[in-house]
C-alpha cells in the first residue's frame, strides 16, 4: 500500500477511524508485527508523532483495532431471533469476519475486546436471552463460550500467519466449525430451558 498522496501545505486530516482503518490495513496485509507507528505513519502520509494524539502508544492503537473489528462481527445482528438463532448468527457472523482478516486472528486471541464496549455491542445479542427469561449470567456464559469456541477455531483454521487452505481445507474447516457450533447452542439450548 503506498502512502495517501496530499496537496503540499495542507496536513492530513486525522480522525480516530481513519488511524483504526490503516491499522487493519496493514495488519491484513503483512501481518501485527508489521504494525509500527512509524508504518502506520507511512500509511497514512503523515509523522509518526501526529499518531500519538489519538493513540498514547502502540497498545492502545492494537486495542482500538480489536474492539473495531469485534464491532465490525456484531453490526449486522437481527435482533428478532430467538436466543438460539441469534447466538447461532453471532457464531458465523464472528468467524465470517475473522476468515475475512485472518492476520489479525492471533491478535484478537491475545487481546480482549473491552469488556464495557463489549457488553454495548453484545445488547441485541443479550436481550433474546432476557426475552426468554435466561439469568445473565447465563446467557454471557452461552456467548462468551460461542466466541471463544469461534476464535480458538479460527486460529486453528489459520495459524498464526494467517494461512490460506485450499477447497478440501476449507470444506472440512467449514463442515468442523457448524458442526460444533451446532453441539455448541444445541447443548446450551437444552441446558438453559
Known amino acids: 500500500m503506498t502512502p495517501e498522496r496530499r496537496r503540499a501545505g495542507r496536513p492530513a486530516v486525522l480522525t480516530t477511524e481513519r488511524i483504526v482503518a490503516a491499522a487493519v490495513g496493514v495488519l491484513d496485509g503483512d501481518g501485527p508485527e508489521a504494525l509500527t507507528m512509524r508504518r502506520l505513519g507511512a500509511e497514512l502520509g503523515v509523522a509518526a508523532m501526529s499518531l500519538y494524539r489519538h493513540f498514547p502508544n502502540r497498545d492502545a492503537l492494537l486495542a482500538a483495532v480489536v474492539n473495531g473489528l469485534f464491532a465490525e462481527a456484531v453490526a449486522d445482528h437481527s435482533p428478532d431471533s430467538a436466543w438460539p438463532e441469534a447466538l447461532t448468527e453471532f457464531g458465523v457472523?464472528?468467524?465470517?469476519?475473522?476468515?475475512?482478516?485472518?492476520?489479525?486472528?492471533?491478535?484478537?486471541?491475545?487481546?480482549?475486546?473491552?469488556?464495557?464496549?463489549?457488553?454495548?455491542?453484545?445488547?441485541?445479542?443479550?436481550?433474546?436471552?432476557?426475552?426468554?427469561?435466561?439469568?445473565?449470567?447465563?446467557?454471557?456464559?452461552?456467548?462468551?463460550?460461542?466466541?471463544?469456541?469461534?476464535?480458538?477455531?479460527?486460529?486453528?483454521?489459520?495459524?498464526?500467519?494467517?494461512?490460506?487452505?485450499?477447497?478440501?481445507?476449507?470444506?472440512?474447516?467449514?463442515?468442523?466449525?457448524?458442526?460444533?457450533?451446532?453441539?455448541?447452542?444445541?447443548?446450551?439450548?437444552?441446558?438453559?430451558?
Not at 486472528?105 to 464495557?116: G, N, S, Y
Not at 464496549?117 to 435466561?134: K, M, N, V, Y
Not at 463442515?175 to 430451558?193: C, H, K, P, T
Open 93 to 193: 457472523a464472528y468467524r465470517h469476519m475473522l476468515l475475512a482478516h485472518p492476520r489479525a486472528v492471533p491478535l484478537l486471541a491475545t487481546h480482549p475486546v473491552d469488556v464495557d464496549l463489549g457488553l454495548e455491542l453484545l445488547t441485541g445479542l443479550l436481550s433474546r436471552f432476557e426475552a426468554a427469561g435466561i439469568a445473565s449470567r447465563d446467557a454471557l456464559t452461552a456467548v462468551q463460550s460461542v466466541g471463544v469456541y469461534v476464535l480458538g477455531h479460527a486460529l486453528a483454521q489459520v495459524g498464526t500467519g494467517g494461512e490460506t487452505h485450499d477447497d478440501a481445507a476449507q470444506a472440512f474447516y467449514d463442515q468442523w466449525f457448524d458442526s460444533g457450533l451446532i453441539a455448541m447452542v444445541s447443548g446450551f439450548e437444552r441446558q438453559l430451558v
